[in-house]
């Protein structure tokens, strides 16, 4: 036998394994589009024995409402054969129908070649069934604001097996399994027992960026692994059978030698010295007797899928995140929305019975409750629209120069109105009185600390504030002497929604010291909290500004 005759016999026995042992269903058709050759798997998935397909038309397998159409493109495929993506364009999926009436959602890539002057297509075919529920499921989730995924998963097996032919069918069989493997869209490289590199795809080549003469004898796969992976593995292997495996090619193919079937994640290495991940699976290849006498891997660039999923589970915890904002939201506003409604409703119904002149000061009483209760509820809607334009970036920052002590003094001012009795304001700037802060955002957080030390502090308390301009930065603080806030609950002051254990009946909607916050940032500033229960708070806000000028203390 020659050596060229010898050379097609060993690709004629890769080429045949991979038709025989593929997990992926692969079918032949001549130019009438009846079926000439289907492998195993494909028979597996559809239900039929090879003699019930072999001669019969490619429709027997597409459902009947897609016979005339399929017709018309099989005929324009051989007008103008070309490897691609069929269905490619359309708007619809692709149906398969087994042998029991079952349709299956499939993919389908197509191919051809020629021999002898007859064309063949050849159809590698994906049951993508439990994707597309999977997808279908998503979409659903997705527009409920609850979602999952299901991964896609592709399995490779491979046993060999030779197969007896004449010579004419070799050379045939050549083209035909050669035309196979060029087109598998999968990277494939084969090794014999050693690792030495003996078939290498145009894919991988494609990929890794080396050519077949640079691999085929010249290299071992491990040349395209990641050293820390290799390592990582090892461990894997010793945990799981006890052994200590020094050669880094023994290491992958352990498990393929135990015939353990094993799909797992890695990181190829380019020539380049790029890196991109793919899904590898490594079989054994057996001779007559049942000796292995090689390796053979088929990985998949699996770049996009992960990035889909980390986008999707990016979307997903931005979902459960909003559900729980809105569990949080119905929760407090049930809460909080009844004892202000109640007490307009008592107040407007108490009115009407206020008749006559002389019941002036209970209407007016009644006026003052309704007046307070529509205060309340303004100032907890206010905080959930502020808490929705901080969620969307929507907050305008406007920074502009301003004397900070008139500021303060001037809001001090104004809120003494809705202290308790003979509860006073004590306020102190130290520093140069001129700022560039946002002065809007500024009043915020001064209203909601000033306001919050009063209701958490008893009558005759004082609350203190005080502003220090220097090197560059304004210290804001806001002290009480009132209840106090444990350690605990200082470390989750600033989330949404969170109220301290000891806030009881206090009205409040556990949005204004993250609302606090987030303004802060906005004009680069941070929060600071000490307290002690019982003892009172001091809230300490540092904002890093433009100072200037000379200092000077400034008292009220």
Not at 167 to 193: C, P, W, Y
Not at 276 to 290: E, M, N, Q, R
Not at 449 to 458: D, G, H, I, Q, T
């Amino acid at each position: 036998m020659s050596g060229s005759t010898q050379n097609k016999i060993q690709h004629t026995n890769h080429f045949e394994i991979f038709f025989e042992y593929a997990s992926m269903g692969i079918l032949i058709t001549d130019m009438q589009g009846s079926i000439t050759a289907i492998n195993p798997y494909a028979l597996k998935e559809f239900g039929y024995e090879q003699h019930e397909l072999i001669g019969e038309k490619v429709e027997i397998l597409i459902p009947y409402r897609f016979h005339k159409s399929h017709a018309q493109h099989h005929q324009a495929y051989h007008l103008k054969p070309v490897t691609r993506q069929m269905g490619e364009g359309m708007d619809v999926d692709l149906v398969a129908k087994k042998k029991d009436g079952t349709e299956i959602a499939v993919e389908i890539s197509l191919s051809n070649y020629k021999i002898e002057e007859e064309n063949y297509v050849i159809a590698f075919i994906n049951n993508v069934t439990l994707r597309k529920k999977a997808e279908a499921k998503i979409e659903k989730l997705n527009n409920e604001l609850e979602a999952t995924i299901e991964k896609r998963t592709k399995e490779l097996k491979g046993t060999l097996k030779k197969l007896k032919i004449s010579q004419i069918a070799l050379e045939k069989s050549i083209l035909f399994q050669k035309a196979i493997l060029d087109n598998a869209g999968a990277m494939i490289i084969a090794t014999d027992k050693k690792g030495s590199i003996k078939y290498f795809n145009p894919e991988a080549s494609l990929n890794l960026g080396y050519s077949e003469s640079e691999v085929i004898d010249k290299r071992s796969p491990m040349v395209f692994h990641v050293k820390a992976e290799i390592d990582k593995k090892r461990k894997e292997i010793f945990q799981e059978f006890g052994i200590n495996i020094r050669e880094d090619f023994d290491v992958m193919v352990e498990k393929p030698r135990r015939n353990i079937h094993e799909e797992q994640q890695y990181n190829y290495l380019r020539k380049n010295g790029s890196t991109f991940p793919v899904s590898l699976t490594i079989t054994a290849v057996y001779d007559k007797k049942g000796k292995i006498i090689g390796y053979m891997g088929v990985s998949f660039d699996i770049t996009e899928r992960i990035k889909a999923d980390a986008a999707l589970h990016k979307m997903l915890d931005k979902e459960k995140d909003l559900s729980e904002l809105k569990s949080r939201f119905l929760t407090m506003a049930s809460h909080e929305f009844r004892t202000p409604l109640s007490t307009v409703l008592s107040s407007a119904y108490l009115i009407e019975k206020y008749t006559k002149t002389v019941d002036q000061p209970q209407r007016e009483k009644h006026l003052q409750r309704i007046t307070s209760s529509v205060s309340m509820l303004t100032d907890i809607l206010n905080d959930f629209l502020s808490l929705g334009k901080i969620e969307e970036g929507k907050i305008p920052v406007r920074f502009t120069t301003f004397n900070v002590a008139q500021v303060v003094k001037k809001i001090a001012d104004e809120i003494k109105g809705t202290f308790l009795k003979q509860q006073k304001i004590f306020y102190r700037h130290t520093g140069p009185a001129e700022v560039e802060l946002d002065q809007s955002l500024l009043k915020h957080i001064i209203l909601n600390l000033v306001s919050n030390a009063s209701k958490f502090s008893p009558v005759k308390s004082p609350i203190e504030i005080k502003t220090v301009n220097r090197k560059n930065c304004l210290i804001l603080s806001v002290k009480d002497l009132g209840i106090g806030i444990s350690k605990d609950d200082q470390k989750h002051l600033m989330e949404r929604f969170y109220r301290g254990a000891n806030a009881g009946n206090i009205q409040g909607t556990g949005l204004g010291l993250h609302i606090i916050s987030k303004y802060a940032e906005l004009m680069n500033g941070s929060v600071a909290c000490c307290s002690e229960l019982e003892k009172g708070t001091e809230f300490i806000i540092t904002f890093e500004i433009n100072a200037n000028v000379h200092e000077k203390d400034t008292v009220n």
